[in-house]
């Protein structure tokens, strides 16, 4: 009978046999926990030092005594065996402040500013993949979350064993496998404390849910590898009818749109489709604009309503985007375009940058903001009203004001904003128009329009002098 460590020796060998690059440069994401480790051991021991580079991000969250007994075993751990070490992380408090503005959970905030680093590592390492520690009970309860969640066929395929440069070599390795190989080499591991917290969702669903379905179900783990196994051929057979039946054409850039690029498609094509295809299909377009999780009931329009092949018609509106007809076409674009030879336009959102004249303008989720700063404001906002964007001054731009609208040429006049700042000076808007004139950083005022009720979002926008 073979041991713990050479069945999971022999899974890993076979996920790296599936790979298209032999004896692959490999940086492995490193928390210090036992799924990692493990990883990190086992990689050592078939792919030897010199392919492997570890990477550790500390995300801002956990007490400061917790943070230094998971970086001393990470440290001594890539010491011991000689594999580079590089390390990242977030302000103290700064992940969960973004959470709390944005109305996202921690969980996806640090997930996304975790791979963020992984991946500039990787680049700057000219590493082939990065590895991380999943394994066959993460995917368990990720199925179980995305289906109560509501997630469509895609979702519902689970965590993939690679996805681009991501790959999980444990991913159907058991955590109590895992366990017994650490358990049997002697190696050290940190236990996250913070993992039996049950207002993490992830923990409530191992801690509550799971031994409930278990005692139901005894076999329920492999129905729901299964069923993961069924929602993938469903995947592919979606995006084969896709390709045959719906195709999008990219648009080319639209001035003033900050890269973005629209997307169109035939209307008397779209409406042809079966629901379930021009739902899949807008998701997919949503993905390609860089929105990851959508309501089902956004779509309820495009699935109920009756159509029309020709005319002009907003079908849906919200994240951004506008998916609209126009004649016998649909386009999907976003709802914020600004156009002008002299204006400029930035998406307002946590670690954009620009420049407005002299000044580098970025956006910080708060408490963060630099020393340096030489002016800095707090815009409030609601998140179904965004995009938010800060730009240039246009014709008829007017500003809700406690006894009434008015024109921000005339708010200028009254400053007596000059004829070169009159284009600099920067104009907040969102989906209801104008929210505030940002007057401060060129000497004259900051002025926002009257809210009733003021969004509960904050995002921090700072100015710094260019030398």
Not at 29 to 52: F, Q, R, T
Not at 171 to 192: G, T
Not at 360 to 385: I, M, N, Q, R, W
């Amino acid at each position: 009978m073979k041991s713990t460590e050479e069945t999971l020796e022999q899974m890993v060998r076979s996920f790296l046999r599936g790979l298209t690059i032999e004896s692959p440069k490999i940086l492995i994401a490193l928390s210090g926990g036992p799924d990692s480790l493990a990883l990190l051991n086992l990689l050592y021991g078939i792919l030897g030092k010199e392919n492997l580079g570890c990477a550790y991000y500390n995300h801002g969250i956990r007490s400061t005594s917790a943070l230094d007994s998971e970086e001393r075993v990470v440290k001594e751990t890539c010491k011991a065996l000689g594999v580079s070490l590089a390390k990242g992380k977030a302000e103290p408090g700064e992940l969960i402040a973004l959470a709390e503005s944005t109305g996202r959970s921690l969980e996806e905030v640090a997930r996304e500013y975790r791979y963020r680093f992984l991946q500039s590592v990787r680049e700057e390492g000219k590493w082939e993949y990065i590895a991380t520690g999943h394994h066959h009970d993460d995917q368990i309860e990720t199925l179980i979350m995305r289906f109560f969640q509501g997630s469509g066929p895609e979702g519902l395929k689970g965590i993939l064993n690679q996805q681009g440069n991501i790959i999980r070599p444990l991913l159907n390795c058991r955590r109590n496998e895992i366990i017994r190989y650490l358990e049997s080499r002697r190696i050290r591991w940190i236990e996250d404390k913070s993992n039996r917290d049950t207002h993490f969702l992830r923990n409530a669903v191992r801690a509550k849910l799971i031994p409930l379905i278990k005692e139901l179900f005894p076999g329920f783990d492999r129905s729901l590898s299964l069923f993961s196994g069924k929602m993938g051929l469903v995947t592919d057979f979606i995006d084969e009818a896709l390709e045959k039946t719906l195709i999008w054409e990219e648009l080319a850039e639209e001035p003033g749109n900050m890269g973005r690029k629209g997307f169109s498609i035939s209307s008397r094509e779209f409406w042809a489709a079966h629901p379930l295809l021009r739902v899949e299909s807008l998701y997919r377009i949503m993905n390609r604009c860089g929105i990851k999780r959508v309501r089902y009931s956004f779509f309820q329009t495009v699935i109920k309503s009756p159509f029309k092949t020709v005319g002009e018609k907003v079908y849906l509106s919200g994240y951004g985007y506008t998916f609209k007809q126009r004649g016998e076409q649909l386009f999907w674009t976003r709802d914020v375009v600004v156009s002008g030879k002299k204006g400029y336009l930035m998406v307002v959102q946590p670690g954009a940058r620009g420049r407005i004249g002299d000044y580098g303008v970025s956006f910080f989720t708060l408490p963060h903001s630099p020393a340096a700063a030489e002016c800095s404001t707090v815009v409030k906002y609601a998140e179904g009203d965004a995009p938010l964007v800060i730009r240039s001054k246009k014709a008829g731009d007017t500003i809700r004001l406690k006894d009434g609208r008015k024109s921000v040429k005339k708010i200028f006049q009254e400053w007596g904003v000059t004829d070169e700042d009159r284009n600099l000076i920067p104009v907040i808007e969102d989906k209801r128009g104008v929210r505030g004139i940002l007057g401060g950083v060129f000497g004259y005022q900051d002025r926002f329009s009257y809210e009733p009720q003021p969004g509960k979002s904050r995002i921090n926008i700072v100015f710094t002098e260019l030398f």
